[in-house]
């Protein structure tokens, strides 16, 4: 157990201008199951990238059963053993369950043709191995997400790997699933095969790992034995700062005037009969796992997809949104999931990516662009949500994740709305950002009256921020809290489904 | 389950279209199933069926490439120059490694100028190939070669077999160069489906980020790809000359995009990763009987264009839309979890 | 009124890096043509022939930066012209009356462009909901279009051309302003300026760099792609028509082939002009600039008799891959900084 497995030393990583990682060690036993913590942005996956040698390291070494690198390729990382079950999982949507579970032995063993026989058996004998059953011929791309995890981690096991890597793998899993996939940890142990755990949820750590490490802003925090550790010092490494955040509580709320209020809604395959109300100068927390439906909910009172069944009122009066422009004509604003793909222009100036929601309000009567207007008015966002930037008209790409996020919020307040809908308003955000968004969102309902629904799967910001929440499972709401009688135990407990429930 | 299977997939529903085409041109025309029909329809086939075949791997590595007519029009005009001018007696098949090495060093330039550059290739090709174009005018001055180098003249007048059809005497002959296009598909058929690399192209037309983390060579697989390509496009253009006996510039006018049409219409998916390679044949075979038999069909010559352009808008309309309607709603079934878990 | 001003100078004056480059480059190709056809180049009679030739590819590529700035690519630009050229002028031979007066004349021309303008606009609303509503990707889409547009002007015409225009057309074409600017070089003009107008100060200009740039984050953004996509390739579409009518005053005749070589410059304008083929990024002013520079070249070479014009074909794909490999080279050398 005692003999090191790897030593990454002094690992520094820039990207421009900015340091993800400055000066970090880790250390990893032999059959060891190491948890690797920090918030969003903390470094931990540049760290793993550079490990399974897609990214090149500016500085230090990595050390693996005693020989010493500078830095690793891919190819080479997966020749030592070193496999990494990523995020996204990294798998193909296009090919079969078989061949995404065997494509990497057969390339670690440098195959240059493909025996479809040992294809299959090899991947059978994987998912034996977890003791998971899959449709072997069924293609990848229409399973769900838990499935694709599965396959990743069935895929990660073979190759005589001798350390498993994975980025945040039960992101997307009921209880029971994790339940499983720690018994396959546990199981992999046993066989010499270390695990490094990458997770921000605490009651995971205490539960599955023997050591522990701790990143923040790209530093090292700490590095111990699970053992040595409790709740309130794991916060304190995490976040540096002791939990001061105070638990939201709306001065008052006119329950008789709910400007946004949902009936029975239902989308075929997303959710059913979803029903709550929403007042102004409330926020209202929406929590599941990923792949619970929420964020389809969110899509769906955005009008990026169309309810199949139920009613949409506001204030008072039935409403059609079919289409976000229909959302946007209501006075709603919806703050996207992923911040990349679905918020940001990335070639645009952080100007144009402020005006884009409200570009028809900017007209003036000869229809042309009022762009003037335009620029003061961000300036304006610009200082009430404190967004750090040289000049407007700099790149959006200048700016470090939590300023781009609060570019987004500005757009979206600059068009006035009513009720703001956030899907995962800090992830990969930093922490100063984080607690000024969180702010700012308090500010917004208590002094300017909005409805905000704020759904996520970040434990603390749901309950230090909203006033009720409700917990979506499988689309479905099974239950409504006032966040004053709950602990944050209690809610992860609630969310993935506790032991006693599902057993 | 079986059965489901074969609902499912693409290339069935091509056979069901060309058989109901196959029989309204019989009823329309009884001239359908006539040995020397098929015969003619088979040779028309060679040289887009081989040109398919290599595009095919191009678009399942989510590329495209539109140089590859010009690639074999310079080939063919090299090629047969340089024999006539020089009097070559020897074998036919240096002028098949010839023409295939010249497509080597064409494609290999599209495929390193692709892997570096990451530009969309549609546009890099379509530089490309206004420079072979370039050459093949400019350089080498070609229009049209009417005397063929012996080799290849008896190339051209040596036939597998000769069908006559009794009813309306018209023969037809299968050129030698079929056995090329059979060779062709197995070939990329082996490849994509039994070698490493062909699962790569696959893979990296699925997820590019993926398949580099999966240890692909993902660079080696772009070039490859439009490599074996210009190989093929150089092979083709001189098959094209000994099946027709003779070189002119406009033989490959607008097959891009026949070509391109064909290859989507067999059911691959002009984004990458995926389609086949039986399916790529049957689309080529769709479009040929098409634009073969207009005139049986009763539709003037001149209106074959307008024709296939919308044939091809209309096959690629239909998948497109599918993906779009697809994206309307939620793909996998979030409530179905639940209730296994309630009962 | 007068705030807006203020704004439009400064962004007159903030050349981007781009148009500096392409500056310099067109400065270097005159001085270098001028040594080489020992000043005869420099002379004013060249600069009516650039003025005079460039227009009709500046107006397609005007088309093609639009769609390219979307996000996408429009190649029906050349079918659409010749379609659109073919019917014009079998609509102004058949409506225009025998010795008509010269208003008559005039007035028959601008029915003409009206009907002109409103076959691009179909064609490209064709186009455009091929791309926006049944979601084909927009070079397949476009690709086969294409060949739907270009077969209709090959089935009416039998591949023949139309000759016997009535002359008002290519007089028109031909007709310069104070013996100096050509008429063709002002229909350019006032297409790039409403082109400019249309992406600079218009919602929907914006709206077109916005989905250029992601068009996910556009939707959710609150912006009607559909709309604004069909919108554009309509545009395109009657940029394409309007300089389908340029090319039939030109030759004095209507032809299904005529825009043929013609696609690899417009793109090459695009690329050279700094338009991003990724969408997103592209001004007019860089296509402007991009028209002249590779006009004056064109013109260049035609003073050496010697080069057959099939190397032009050869030059275009050179200057096509070289620029784009000259724009790879300087982005990774800022990203190495």
């Known amino acids: 157990m005692s003999e090191i497995l790897l030593q990454a030393k002094q690992i520094s990583k820039h990207f421009g201008g900015v340091t993800a990682l400055d000066r970090v060690d880790l250390t990893i036993k032999k059959g060891e199951i190491h948890c690797l913590m920090g918030e969003n942005g903390c470094g931990k996956s540049t760290l793993i990238k550079i490990i399974s040698g897609f990214y090149r390291?500016?500085?230090?070494?990595?050390?693996?059963?005693?020989?010493?690198?500078?830095?690793?390729?891919?190819?080479?990382?997966?020749?030592?053993?070193?496999?990494?079950?990523?995020?996204?999982?990294?798998?193909?949507?296009?090919?079969?369950?078989?061949?995404?579970?065997?494509?990497?032995?057969?390339?670690?063993?440098?195959?240059?043709?493909?025996?479809?026989?040992?294809?299959?058996?090899?991947?059978?004998?994987?998912?034996?191995?977890?003791?998971?059953?899959?449709?072997?011929?069924?293609?990848?791309?229409?399973?769900?997400?838990?499935?694709?995890?599965?396959?990743?981690?069935?895929?990660?096991?073979?190759?005589?790997?001798?350390?498993?890597?994975?980025?945040?793998?039960?992101?997307?899993?009921?209880?029971?699933?994790v339940d499983k996939l720690f018994k396959v940890i546990r199981q992999l142990q046993q066989e010499g095969i270390s695990t490094l755990f990458v997770s921000h949820k605490l009651d995971e750590v205490f539960e599955i790992a023997d050591q522990f490490t701790v990143f923040r802003n790209g530093k090292l925090v700490v590095a111990d034995s699970a053992k040595n550790i409790n709740d309130e010092q794991f916060v304190y490494y995490m976040t540096g700062r002791k939990l001061e955040e105070v638990a939201f509580t709306p001065k008052k709320i006119d329950h008789d005037r709910a400007i946004l209020k949902v009936e029975n809604l239902g989308l075929t395959n997303g959710f059913a009969n979803i029903s709550f109300e929403i007042h102004p100068g409330e926020i209202l927390g929406i929590t599941g796992l990923l792949g619970s439906g929420r964020t389809e909910l969110a899509k769906t009172l955005f009008g990026l997809y169309s309810a199949t069944e139920g009613h949409i009122y506001i204030d008072g009066r039935e409403v059609q949104i079919r289409t976000p422009m229909d959302a946007i004509r209501h006075k709603i604003a919806y703050v996207p999931e992923d911040r990349l793909t679905e918020g940001l222009f990335l070639t645009q100036s952080i100007e144009n990516n402020m005006i884009v929601s409200n570009i028809d309000r900017l007209k003036t009567g000869k229809k042309t662009v009022d762009y003037e207007k335009g620029h003061e008015d961000s300036l304006a966002w610009v200082k009430n949500l404190g967004i750090k930037l040289n000049e407007l008209k700099d790149g959006i790409q200048t700016l470090s994740g939590g300023n781009q996020q609060k570019v987004v919020l500005g757009k979206w307040l600059e068009t006035e709305p009513r009720v703001l809908i956030l899907n995962g308003p800090t992830v990969g955000v930093d922490i100063a950002a984080k607690f000024d968004i969180h702010a700012y969102l308090r500010t917004l309902a208590e002094k300017m009256n909005l409805a905000i629904l704020l759904i996520s799967d970040d434990i603390s910001e749901v309950l230090n921020n909203c006033n009720r929440i409700l917990i979506i499972k499988n689309g479905r709401i099974v239950s409504e809290h006032v966040n004053t009688e709950l602990d944050q135990h209690r809610l992860q407990e609630l969310v993935t489904g506790s032991k006693e429930e599902t057993a | 389950m079986k059965g489901k299977n074969l609902l499912k997939k693409n290339e069935f529903y091509i056979v069901i279209i060309i058989a109901v085409l196959a029989c309204i041109i019989q009823a329309i025309s009884g001239q359908f199933f006539t040995s020397n029909n098929l015969v003619d329809l088979l040779r028309s086939m060679i040289v887009p069926g081989m040109m398919a075949a290599g595009l095919f791997m191009v678009i399942v590595s989510g590329n495209i490439d539109v140089s590859f007519p010009y690639t074999a029009m310079l080939c063919m005009f090299a090629v047969t120059k340089w024999f006539s001018v020089i009097n070559y007696q020897g074998p036919v098949f240096l002028a098949f490694l010839i023409a295939g090495l010249i497509g080597l060093?064409?494609?290999?330039?599209?495929?390193?100028?692709?892997?570096?550059?990451?530009?969309?290739?549609?546009?890099?090709?379509?530089?490309?190939?206004?420079?072979?174009?370039?050459?093949?005018?400019?350089?080498?001055?070609?229009?049209?070669?009417?005397?063929?180098?012996?080799?290849?003249?008896?190339?051209?007048?040596?036939?597998?077999?000769?069908?006559?059809?009794?009813?309306?005497?018209?023969?037809?002959?299968?050129?030698?160069?079929?056995?090329?296009?059979?060779?062709?598909?197995?070939?990329?058929?082996?490849?994509?489906?039994?070698?490493?690399?062909?699962?790569?192209?696959?893979?990296?037309?699925?997820?590019?980020?993926?398949?580099?983390?999966?240890?692909?060579?993902?660079?080696?697989?772009?070039?490859?790809?439009?490599?074996?390509?210009?190989?093929?496009?150089?092979?083709?253009?001189?098959?094209?000359?000994?099946?027709?006996?003779?070189?002119?510039?406009?033989?490959?006018?607008?097959?891009?995009?026949?070509?391109?049409?064909?290859?989507?219409?067999?059911?691959a998916n002009i984004a990458g990763g995926s389609g086949t390679v039986i399916g790529t044949f049957l689309g080529v075979l769709l479009m040929k009987m098409i634009s073969n038999n207009l005139i049986l069909l009763g539709i003037p010559t001149n209106w074959s264009k307008f024709m296939t352009g919308i044939l091809i808008i209309a096959g690629v309309s239909m998948s497109a839309y599918k993906s779009v309607l697809a994206k309307r709603r939620v793909a996998s079934n979030i409530l179905e979890d639940g209730h296994k878990e309630e009962a | 009124m007068g705030k807006k001003k203020r704004f439009d100078v400064k962004s007159l004056l903030n050349i981007s890096s781009n148009n500096k480059k392409l500056l310099g480059m067109l400065l270097l190709v005159v001085i270098v043509l001028s040594i080489a056809t020992g000043g005869s180049f420099a002379g004013i009679g060249q600069f009516k022939l650039i003025a005079y030739l460039f227009p009709e590819m500046g107006v397609l590529a005007l088309g093609m930066m639009l769609a390219m700035v979307s996000g996408g690519i429009d190649l029906t630009v050349i079918a659409v012209a010749d379609l659109a050229g073919i019917l014009s002028c079998l609509f102004m031979k058949a409506i225009m009356p025998a010795d008509a007066a010269m208003p008559v004349q005039i007035l028959v021309l601008l029915v003409t462009l009206l009907f002109a303008l409103a076959i691009g606009a179909v064609c490209g609303l064709f186009t455009g909901i091929l791309i926006a509503r049944v979601g084909v990707p927009a070079m397949v889409a476009t690709l086969g279009a294409s060949d739907i547009i270009l077969g209709i002007a090959v089935g009416i015409t039998n591949g023949s051309s139309i000759k016997e225009?009535?002359?008002?057309?290519?007089?028109?074409?031909?007709?310069?302003?104070?013996?100096?600017?050509?008429?063709?070089?002002?229909?350019?003009?006032?297409?790039?300026?409403?082109?400019?107008?249309?992406?600079?100060?218009?919602?929907?200009?914006?709206?077109?760099?916005?989905?250029?740039?992601?068009?996910?984050?556009?939707?959710?953004?609150?912006?009607?792609?559909?709309?604004?996509?069909?919108?554009?390739?309509?545009?395109?579409?009657?940029?394409?028509?309007?300089?389908?009518?340029?090319?039939?005053?030109?030759?004095?005749?209507?032809?299904?082939?005529?825009?043929?070589s013609y696609l690899t410059p417009a793109i090459l304008i695009c690329v050279l002009a700094g338009v991003n083929p990724n969408g997103g990024v592209g001004k007019v002013s860089g296509i402007v600039l991009a028209v002249i520079i590779l006009q004056s070249l064109s013109s260049g070479f035609a003073m050496f008799p010697s080069i057959s014009d099939y190397y032009k074909n050869l030059i275009w794909g050179l200057v096509l891959i070289g620029i784009m490999i000259m724009n790879v080279v300087t982005a990774k050398k800022g990203q190495n900084k």
Not at chain 1, 73 to 91: H, P, R
Not at chain 2, 195 to 205: E, N
């Open chain 2, 105 to 267: 060093v064409l494609g290999l330039l599209n495929g390193v100028l692709a892997a570096w550059l990451k530009l969309p290739t549609l546009i890099i090709t379509l530089g490309t190939c206004t420079i072979f174009l370039g050459i093949t005018q400019g350089v080498l001055q070609s229009s049209v070669i009417s005397v063929l180098p012996a080799p290849m003249a008896k190339m051209a007048a040596t036939n597998l077999f000769s069908v006559v059809n009794g009813e309306t005497g018209l023969g037809s002959s299968m050129p030698v160069s079929i056995l090329f296009l059979i060779a062709i598909y197995l070939i990329v058929g082996f490849i994509m489906k039994y070698t490493m690399l062909g699962r790569g192209i696959y893979a990296v037309g699925g997820d590019p980020v993926a398949a580099e983390r999966a240890g692909f060579n993902v660079n080696f697989i772009r070039i490859f790809v439009f490599t074996f390509m210009g190989v093929v496009g150089g092979i083709t253009g001189i098959t094209q000359v000994t099946v027709s006996g003779m070189c002119q510039i406009n033989f490959f006018d607008g097959y891009e995009m026949t070509i391109i049409a064909a290859v989507v219409l067999g059911g």
């Open chain 3, 165 to 260: 225009l009535p002359p008002i057309l290519c007089r028109v074409v031909n007709f310069e302003l104070f013996g100096l600017i050509p008429g063709t070089t002002i229909v350019f003009i006032i297409c790039a300026a409403l082109v400019a107008f249309l992406l600079n100060m218009t919602a929907t200009g914006f709206k077109i760099y916005m989905i250029g740039s992601n068009a996910t984050a556009s939707e959710y953004s609150g912006s009607d792609n559909k709309k604004i996509l069909t919108l554009t390739y309509m545009i395109s579409g009657m940029l394409s028509a309007v300089a389908g009518l340029l090319m039939c005053g030109h030759f004095n005749s209507a032809r299904s082939d005529f825009g043929k």
């Open chain 1, 57 to 177: 390291p500016d500085g230090g070494s990595i050390t693996f059963e005693g020989k010493e690198y500078d830095r690793l390729s891919i190819a080479e990382s997966i020749g030592l053993g070193i496999q990494v079950i990523y995020q996204d999982m990294s798998i193909f949507p296009n090919l079969t369950v078989a061949e995404n579970i065997a494509i990497n032995n057969e390339l670690y063993n440098r195959r240059k043709l493909v025996n479809w026989k040992a294809v299959k058996s090899i991947a059978k004998e994987a998912l034996d191995h977890i003791g998971i059953e899959l449709p072997l011929e069924a293609v990848v791309g229409e399973l769900s997400v838990a499935d694709k995890q599965l396959i990743a981690i069935a895929r990660a096991i073979l190759n005589n790997s001798k350390l498993i890597i994975m980025d945040e793998p039960t992101s997307a899993l009921t209880r029971k699933e």
